[in-house]
């Protein structure tokens, strides 16, 4: 039974298969996460036993980490879906695929005929983009029956990335990694690499890159509010007050405009660094060290350190992005790659535009100054879309509004990404149809009207594809299917061909899907990419040297140089002053956390424990022991889990892991109306003041 107290009904149990008659060893690659470590699986039949880290992998050079190695476990777990499944009178059933798809189908039609492609929506997590026939099939799908309702996980986590880039460089999704094997400084800003991978970092093997890195002369510096895994191997560690990274940077940034800049680059491939001047102007020594709580004498030679560098990359993830300054963090930091000259240049950063789909020798027109300005949907449009994506901050009121009827979900437990639970979860039960392509139950399975089980990641022959970005060269890797599917699962291809079928659309022209194989869909989509499959199959890694300069030659040809001060960031960054000196010494400040046995929802159950963690300090302050169940909240809802003392957090913040269900989900503490920010539409999961009691 799932740690968290449920058991799932969705369950329909098998054997494994014909009996063994030899174990052997076979390669893949793992896609728990992007960064798609190399992986040795023992297999005895059709049984998976174990899975070790594949030594000749050139990338991940021999690295997995324990997500990885849990992928045998996670395979013939209870929880696991193998047959399609329909509700009647509210209760799951398995069914035939032919059933499932008649009824189906012929309910997207009437509803998109009713209301209009919008009432058909689609979102994306994990295991949709990490399967190569899932994430197409996605953009397929979307892109056929006209749906502007597209949702994503990047709109819970990460889609402050996407605006920084559209309005800094006119590239939406803009992520500059660091040019590992040169660069002389890597600044690692909310993200602990060390214990989550993720495809956001191109740091396979985390400890031995860094390693690495020192050995060629760069020195790593951590900004946290927690002494991570990260921050214990870094040279430098800065400790600010949750959501205050970016008066750091503020200051580093003024400080470099008055010494250290490169100033020859900044005239030939910036614009707006006079704006740029005055936006950080308040940050001074003193104001910076009073508002972010961190030592004069740790902010000098974090400055001295990027002066002594020349060159540096930044690296922020989720400890940015989930909170609210996320957006002017990340623009300060690409505007501090770009000062220093240091932003798609060698030494510095560089950005990585696909080996399959080649960014950099494709025609695209730049977003204008205040970015794309994609409205939000009707019921919510003032949540502006951004990268493509509705926010899913709108969800709720979308369907409650009657906007949103059908909502199809590529392999993401969407339960836990939307904010306010029980209202969310409440709202997708009123859905005429919710389809949940998925390989094991969850909580969003459970409430499905169509359970569509689809090929584990043994099952099928696979390929990187968007994740591709995740490495540090440019890299395609390809494996066959290992093991033949549990039960009934199908690829992603088969399915939406199957339904396409039967709503008379072709999702996939051009591809006989009645002949097809995981092997001729893949390569189907590298020849509309005009890749050649055939040489990917036998060689199964195809890599690339890095090109670098590329996003600098768009930016100086389409935008006359980097906007340094994008206006409306600049806006932002100045309506943040008032919060700055406001702190409630009462309560406490969240901030989120990845466990380091656990992807998101998935895994979950496996080893990590749910829990609160809190510094001594704040516990003995308020009479708390370890182990103690307290209760968490903010005005929009609560929390209870068992405390867990930790050091490591600044004494004033508290940390709660996501991915956990229901009651425990950390979702319930932030709003879909109070907790959003205004430009992207973006949930605030992190950075709330929260106050605590015992449970
Ligand atoms: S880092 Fe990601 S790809 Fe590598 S083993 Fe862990 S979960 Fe798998």
């Known amino acids: 039974?799932?740690?968290?107290?449920?058991?799932?009904?969705?369950?329909?149990?098998?054997?494994?298969?014909?009996?063994?008659?030899?174990?052997?060893?076979?390669?893949?690659?793992?896609?728990?996460?992007?960064?798609?470590?190399?992986?040795?699986?023992?297999?005895?039949?059709?049984?998976?036993?174990?899975?070790?880290?594949?030594?000749?992998?050139?990338?991940?050079?021999?690295?997995?980490?324990?997500?990885?190695?849990?992928?045998?476990?996670?395979?013939?777990?209870?929880?696991?879906?193998?047959?399609?499944?329909?509700?009647?009178?509210?209760?799951?059933?398995?069914?035939?695929?032919?059933?499932?798809?008649?009824?189906?189908?012929?309910?997207?039609?009437?509803?998109?005929?009713?209301?209009?492609?919008?009432?058909?929506?689609?979102?994306?997590?994990?295991?949709?983009?990490?399967?190569?026939?899932?994430?197409?099939?996605?953009?397929?799908?979307?892109?056929?029956?006209?749906?502007?309702?597209?949702?994503?996980?990047?709109?819970?986590?990460?889609?402050?990335?996407?605006?920084?880039?559209?309005?800094?460089?006119?590239?939406?999704?803009?992520?500059?990694?660091?040019?590992?094997?040169?660069?002389?400084?890597?600044?690692?800003?909310?993200?602990?690499?060390?214990?989550?991978?993720?495809?956001?970092?191109?740091?396979?093997?985390?400890?031995?890159?860094?390693?690495?890195?020192?050995?060629?002369?760069?020195?790593?510096?951590?900004?946290?509010?927690?002494?991570?895994?990260?921050?214990?191997?870094?040279?430098?560690?800065?400790?600010?007050?949750?959501?205050?990274?970016?008066?750091?940077?503020?200051?580093?940034?003024?400080?470099?405009?008055?010494?250290?800049?490169?100033?020859?680059?900044?005239?030939?491939?910036?614009?707006?660094?006079?704006?740029?001047?005055?936006?950080?102007?308040?940050?001074?020594?003193?104001?910076?060290?009073?508002?972010?709580?961190?030592?004069?004498?740790?902010?000098?030679?974090?400055?001295?350190?990027?002066?002594?560098?020349?060159?540096?990359?930044?690296?922020?993830?989720?400890?940015?992005?989930?909170?609210?300054?996320?957006?002017?963090?990340?623009?300060?930091?690409?505007?501090?790659?770009?000062?220093?000259?240091?932003?798609?240049?060698?030494?510095?950063?560089?950005?990585?535009?696909?080996?399959?789909?080649?960014?950099?020798?494709?025609?695209?027109?730049?977003?204008?100054e205040d970015g794309w300005n994609r409205p939000g949907p009707k019921s919510r449009p003032e949540l502006r879309g951004t990268h493509g994506d509705f926010p899913c901050a709108a969800i709720p009121d979308e369907i409650a509004a009657g906007n949103l009827r059908a909502m199809m979900v590529w392999g993401g437990n969407l339960e836990v990404c939307l904010p306010e639970t029980a209202r969310s979860y409440a709202a997708l039960q009123d859905l005429e149809v919710l389809g949940v392509f998925d390989v094991r139950g969850n909580r969003t399975v459970d409430i499905a009207t169509h359970v569509m089980p689809t090929k584990g990641q043994l099952e099928r022959a696979d390929m990187s594809f968007v994740t591709d970005t995740s490495f540090p060269l440019l890299v395609t890797q390809y494996t066959p299917a290992l093991i033949e599917p549990l039960g009934d699962r199908k690829a992603f291809w088969w399915i939406l061909s199957e339904l396409g079928k039967r709503m008379e659309i072709d999702f996939f022209p051009g591809f006989d899907h009645e002949t097809g194989t995981d092997d001729s869909f893949l390569a189907y989509v590298l020849g509309l990419f005009g890749h050649d499959f055939a040489e990917l199959r036998e060689k199964r890694l195809l890599v690339e040297e890095p090109v670098i300069g590329w996003v600098q030659k768009f930016v100086d040809e389409k935008l006359g140089g980097w906007r340094l001060a994008p206006r409306l960031l600049a806006e932002q960054l100045a309506g943040l002053e008032t919060r700055e000196s406001a702190h409630d010494a009462d309560k406490l400040i969240l901030i989120p956390r990845r466990q380091k046995y656990h992807e998101n929802s998935k895994l979950i159950d496996l080893r990590d424990p749910p829990q609160v963690m809190m510094n001594s300090v704040d516990a003995v302050k308020r009479g708390f022991a370890e182990g103690a169940l307290i209760r968490v909240s903010t005005v929009s809802g609560k929390v209870e889990r068992p405390l867990k003392i930790d050091d490591t957090l600044r004494p004033g913040v508290i940390n709660i892991p996501h991915g956990w269900s229901d009651e425990m989900n950390v979702n319930n503490l932030t709003s879909t109306t109070r907790e959003v920010d205004p430009i992207t539409g973006m949930l605030l999961f992190s950075g709330l003041e929260v106050w605590v009691e015992a449970a």
Request: glycine fraction near 10%; hydrophobic fraction near 40%.
């Open 1 to 368: 039974m799932p740690r968290n107290g449920r058991r799932w009904r969705t369950h329909v149990s098998s054997a494994f298969g014909p009996p063994a008659m030899t174990i052997v060893e076979k390669k893949s690659f793992c896609r728990i996460c992007g960064s798609g470590c190399g992986i040795v699986v023992t297999l005895d039949g059709e049984q998976a036993l174990k899975v070790r880290a594949d030594e000749e992998h050139p990338v991940s050079r021999g690295y997995t980490c324990p997500k990885g190695r849990a992928i045998a476990t996670d395979h013939h777990r209870d929880e696991r879906l193998e047959r399609p499944m329909i509700r009647v009178d509210g209760e799951l059933v398995a069914t035939t695929w032919d059933h499932l798809l008649d009824d189906l189908a012929p309910k997207l039609k009437r509803i998109i005929a009713t209301t209009g492609p919008v009432g058909v929506g689609t979102f994306i997590g994990g295991g949709g983009f990490l399967d190569a026939s899932g994430f197409y099939s996605l953009l397929a799908f979307g892109k056929t029956i006209g749906t502007p309702s597209s949702y994503s996980d990047m709109t819970i986590d990460s889609v402050s990335k996407a605006l920084a880039g559209e309005l800094f460089a006119g590239i939406s999704g803009l992520e500059p990694r660091a040019d590992l094997s040169k660069t002389k400084m890597v600044i690692f800003i909310g993200t602990n690499p060390v214990i989550s991978h993720t495809r956001t970092i191109q740091m396979h093997a985390p400890t031995a890159a860094m390693r690495d890195m020192r050995a060629h002369g760069a020195e790593l510096w951590t900004i946290d509010p927690r002494k991570c895994e990260t921050a214990m191997r870094s040279d430098g560690f800065i400790q600010p007050r949750p959501g205050l990274d970016y008066a750091v940077l503020g200051y580093a940034i003024r400080e470099l405009l008055i010494d250290g800049a490169d100033r020859d680059y900044i005239a030939d491939h910036a614009q707006g660094a006079d704006k740029l001047a005055a936006a950080v102007d308040r940050f001074t020594l003193d104001y910076t060290s009073k508002v972010a709580g961190v030592e004069a004498e740790t902010l000098q030679a974090f400055v001295a350190a990027i002066r002594k560098a020349g060159r540096l990359s930044i690296e922020t993830g989720t400890g940015v992005t989930m909170q609210r300054a996320g957006n002017v963090t990340g623009w300060l930091a690409l505007a501090l790659m770009a000062v220093t000259g240091s932003l798609d240049r060698e030494g510095g950063s560089w950005v990585n535009p696909g080996r399959i789909m080649r960014k950099d020798k494709a025609d695209f027109p730049a977003a204008p």
